[in-house]
């Protein structure tokens, strides 16, 4: 559902929305305009960007081999840019999730800060220090949470300084300038924001919103916890075993610095407010690359035991994509003639049907959980954005009939069954994508 909504955000932004104020969302601009720019490469952009999203983990995967040569032998190097391509399905990653993204730039990254620690030369370590974060400044332009590996990254950098003898002046000058550097996309885009007149929305949806979203459950984010342990378990028992032969030899920098890595990129899973499984993908890189340093020891037994696991649990939901678009398919077919007299509203659903149907967007809320999700209700103001929107009469309402990871807002769901009841009927009722439930659709009672 989220690699749609991008999609549906570039869409409108080729139509000339502007991201926080026409359509809204707390995602940095970085991620939208990587759909944007993919967008025009296939009719509805969904070929497109999964083209963009299979390149994107390609040269990750090659970067992580480049990284794995610094620790192993070719083969284990090979396999460590393999597990990270076959254990990316199993955390929601087969698509245009976010780290899929940002995961190169923090790859290419790594990889010059573990040259810039082999190198003698304090213009080479500067050269790398820098564009290190450049890149690091990219990735956080395309999630917010990469700050933590990127926080690392820049110790890590200030640690090579201090190791070739630099005083504390020049530490703080040099962190200065890294800092600088990291945040400059940031600024740039914010300095873009106070141009138009809209820094307040751009702010507040990107930095202030968040403080004001209520967390799941300690039960439910454990729930969460627990599935996204279990879809990479074999990776991370393989990388905390790489860890701790890793740290029994003798010291070399770029085994802590590895270790490092992994510890960040975990660390920034669990600084969120929620534990889904994809907020896991920036693991990945880090995981794949320790695990792969088991090989040259263990590897038939791994890799055994790898491929075990993919074929017990990601072969059998591989025929998921067709059965999703078989479904998707039958819902444009149900919702195009409505869209085609007034904008649609889509209240626990794809957002992708927007698209489909060419309709227009009835709020700039159209991610379903800005307005469905009892979490949110403070965060924007949903129960007076929905006010607003039923006001408008969309020509018609799609909703679940059940709800699925978290409670629904009572005051919007409350408002939607009162409109229902007052302008609506019931056309028919199609299977979801999500196995279970089923979507109703209303039209307004002026279309028979």
């Known amino acids: 559902m989220d690699e749609e909504f991008y999609l549906l955000v570039a869409d409108r932004i080729w139509h000339g929305a502007l991201p926080y104020v026409d359509i809204w969302d707390r995602k940095p601009i970085g991620l939208f305009l990587i759909y944007a720019l993919l967008r ?13 999203a299979f390149f994107s983990a390609f040269m990750t995967a090659i970067v992580i081999r480049q990284i794995c040569l610094r620790f192993c032998n070719n083969g284990c190097a090979i396999l460590g840019g393999l597990l990270y391509l076959l254990f990316l399905p199993l955390l929601g990653g087969m698509g245009g999730q976010a780290p899929v993204f940002y995961n190169l730039p923090m790859a290419v990254a790594a990889l010059l800060i573990l040259q810039a620690q082999g190198s003698a030369s304090s213009r080479s370590v500067h050269r790398y ?3 290190a974060m450049a890149l690091c400044g ?7 949470s990469v700050v933590f590996e990127g926080m690392v990254f820049g110790l890590w950098l200030l640690q090579i300084k201090w190791r070739d003898g630099a005083s504390i002046f020049d530490l703080i000058r040099f962190g200065s300038v890294l800092i600088t550097i990291a945040l400059t996309p940031t600024v740039a885009v914010a300095a873009a ?22 967390p799941p459950q300690p039960a439910r984010r454990l729930e969460f916890l627990a599935g996204t342990v279990y879809s990479i378990l074999p990776l991370l028992l393989m990388a905390i075993a790489a860890t701790l ?16 890595w992994g510890a960040a990129a975990i660390g920034g899973f669990f ?10 993908l920036p693991a990945i890189a880090p995981l794949s690359i320790l695990s792969a340093t088991l090989f040259p020891r263990m590897g038939i037994g791994l890799v055994a035991g790898g491929v075990w696991y993919i074929i017990s649990f990601a072969m059998p939901a591989w025929g998921v994509p067709t059965i999703r ?7 444009v077919t149900a919702l195009r003639p409505y869209a085609a007299h007034g904008c649609i509203y889509v209240n626990d659903g794809p957002p992708i049907l927007y698209l489909l149907t060419s309709s227009c967007l009835p709020t700039p809320y159209i991610f379903p959980e800005h307005l469905n999700n009892a979490g949110e209700s403070k965060a924007i103001d949903a129960a007076r954005e929905m006010k607003r929107l039923l006001r408008t009469l969309p020509s018609a309402i799609m909703v679940a009939d059940k709800i699925l990871d978290h409670p629904r807002n009572r005051n919007t769901a409350a408002m939607i069954d009162a409109a229902i009841a007052a302008h609506y009927h019931e056309v028919v009722r199609l ?11 209303y039209a307004r009672n002026d279309f028979q």
Do not use: C, W
């Not at 025009?40 to 083209?51: D, E, F, K, M, W």
């Not at 106070?194 to 968040?210: C, K, P, Q, R, T």
């Not at 678009?325 to 819902?331: A, L, Q």
């Not at 299977?431 to 659709?441: C, E, L, S, W």
């Open 40 to 52: 025009p490469l296939s009719p509805t952009g969904i070929v497109a960007y999964q083209i963009g």
């Open 129 to 131: 220090a820098y564009i």
């Open 138 to 144: 990219i990735a956080i332009q395309i999630k917010y």
């Open 193 to 214: 924001y106070v141009l138009g007149g809209h820094f307040y929305e751009f702010f507040d949806a990107n930095f202030l919103s968040i403080m004001r979203v209520v």
């Open 245 to 260: 032969l890793l740290l029994r030899r003798p010291f070399q920098a770029k085994n802590l610095f590895l270790v490092t």
């Open 271 to 280: 600084a969120l407010g929620n534990n889904y499984a994809h907020y896991a």
């Open 325 to 331: 678009e078989h479904h998707i398919n039958s819902m």
């Open 431 to 441: 299977p979801d994508v999500f196995g279970g439930r089923q979507q109703i659709i």
